[in-house]
């Protein structure tokens, strides 16, 4: 049962991977990128990562994909703009890559013995919230640190570059007589 | 194992017909009637059935008539297939985040453990929370599918405002799971037995900021700016017509019915009466043998938890129906310069109180 | 002075409609900046929630048990068994004002004909009796009307009038939108608010 889940879902995520590179329009690709998103959370799901899989699915399907679509509408971008596909060196480069990628994981693949895939062993020592923020802030409070910091900086870098200069007189805001705020 | 399965469907089907059967058109009902009482008028009561009009009710007959017999409309240049699907999008994580939301407690009926909730996630809060968020997707593209200027508008402006309360949505909760120490909605409702551990007592501030930013993500008035009908026709689901319109309709007073339900769950008690243990109501009900009793008792507290709902729907009708919409600066205003501060600043007291 | 009228003259005010002691200004707040209890927004929601709930509570109560002899808060008519009293200033189908005897005020002088914006209405004028001008033939075609009231504002003779008749006023045929004089004719008591109500505004109380 949870083998036949687990191929559902992987062909599901392999085939809107592939939809995402493929589909010419930038919302298809968008869209698609969600499914993957979504079907990987369901593949956390069944290796009883239940956290992992909800923040997989606020996280980026939930936030980060609603921010692509909302560029990718407020741009309008159409289908005639996508020219990357041309440049062939290009298109070498990322094949190679994705050939070599497959490579290394067939070989770990094969290493291990193919067992990979464990169903519901240890599922409440790991999967639960309680767990993970354990680990989180106890064995790897460093990187937790590091990347939390990494991110503030990222969010000051963001606030200055959308801040108006005060200086700026041609910048100032526009007041209307009678409205505030 | 059969019994498992008994109870499992038991409670979908429960679910299902109290929120599709029940909630979905008796609200469409309540939103026009309601409306039209606060306002001195009439309201709908035409529709009727060898004379009979029961206050209206039948208008819902009547209206899921002709939205079935309606033409289903794509319009030129549409995407086809996100045109469709975008109703659907809006509508299953609807249906679906109530199945975490538990409507009762645990019982023993003949040596059977019963646990009144379809699934007792151990990441409970976090899988409404992302299921909420696909939502967002139907917004999003049935706007931008529809090949209009105003859905499109429309789509940007839900896709802006339902990811900026969403980040806001998830900070005002973690006041109460930092009270309660956990995500799971039954854990967080079994501690709430005493009257006095109630959330609205531990987080005040936390209910206010949650139920706004709950209303906002649903995008209902005073936060309609997605679907505003005086400036952009009727927003994101301008172009559609027949079932696919009344899927969006649908999920939204789905959502009204699941955010009454955390609202409920989170912040007055779940299931319990106040003053009222379970262990008092077991013994209230002991004339009818161990499991009459357990029988009663969950009829008692599916019955309480179902008002409070219903209480909570009735208030988010009643705010919908009071104020006037916000301006689209202002909605973003509220929500970065007020509500996410606002949290924090609940996130940072409740930590000085509860964890010492 | 030739008499112009079967109804009793009276002095108005020009000022449309209303008495001369309720002609004050209201107060109006002008200082949109909002105090701090206010910008806490919470409790004037709440404010607000407890006015629409009193106006539910009240007319719930009023739904279950029917208040006799008060006034009703529900303002709502139930259109087809009901009907509203229309106000003097609602400008429905012209009509042509009769004296008492039953002949047409209207002495064919082609105002209205000219003003009309939508060349709505034809007159054919004859004499009688060799001094009184009448319109032998007064086509008013209402498909083209477009209700404005010039009409009955350059009418010297108060002959023509925008009625209170809002019902009947579409067809399915456009021919049978073409009123002759017979179907307009219509006595002054039927229109005398109109009349009494023009005389105020257009500031025909002179006459």
Redesign the interface.
Known sequence: MQLLIFYILAFGAVISALLMVTSKKPVSSAMSLIATMVFLAGLYVLLDAHLIAALQLIVYAGAIMVLFLFVIMLLNVDEKEGRMAGNTILLQFGAILAIGLVFIMMVSLVKSGGTLLVFGEGADQFGTTKAVGKLLFTEYLLPFEIASVLLLAAIVGAVILAKRRIDDPDQKERIIPGHKG | MLADMIESIAKILFIFGMNIGFFAPVLGWVERK?S???????GANRADIFGFTVIGLFHSIADAIKVLTKEDFIPTGA?KF?HTAAPFISLVPAIVTFCVIPFGGRYTLFGHDVNLVISD???GL??I???S??A??GA??G??SSNNNWS?IG??RA??Q??SY??AM?LTIIGVLMVYGS?KLTEIGVMQENFFRWGIFMQPLGF?LFLTCAIAENKRAPFDVPEAESEIVAGYFTEYSGMKFVMFWMGEFLEIVTISGIVTTLFFGAWHLPFITDQMLLSFFQFAGSNGASILAMLVNIATFFIKVIFFIWMQM??R???PRFRYD?VM?LCWKMILPLSLINIFITGLVFLR | MNKMTDIDQKKCHPMVGVPIEKLRPKQVRKNLELTLWESLYIFEIIRGMYITTRHFVLNMIGFVFKPKGQKRRIFTVYYPEEKVTIPAAYRGRPVLVTWKNGKEKCVACGLCEKICPANAIMIVAEERDGSDRYPSAYTLDMSRCVYCGYCEEVCPKEAIVMSAEYQGLAERDRSKMIYSKEQLLRSEESVKDRIEYIRRIYSKCSY
């Open positions: 309601q039209a009482v606060m306002q001195d008028r009439i995407n996100f996630l151990d990441v976090l899988f929370f992302a299921f968020s696909l967002t997707y999003v593209l706007g931008w499109l789509g940007l896709s802006a339902m990811l969403e980040v998830g995500l206010v009643t705010i129906w009071t104020l202002q205003k």
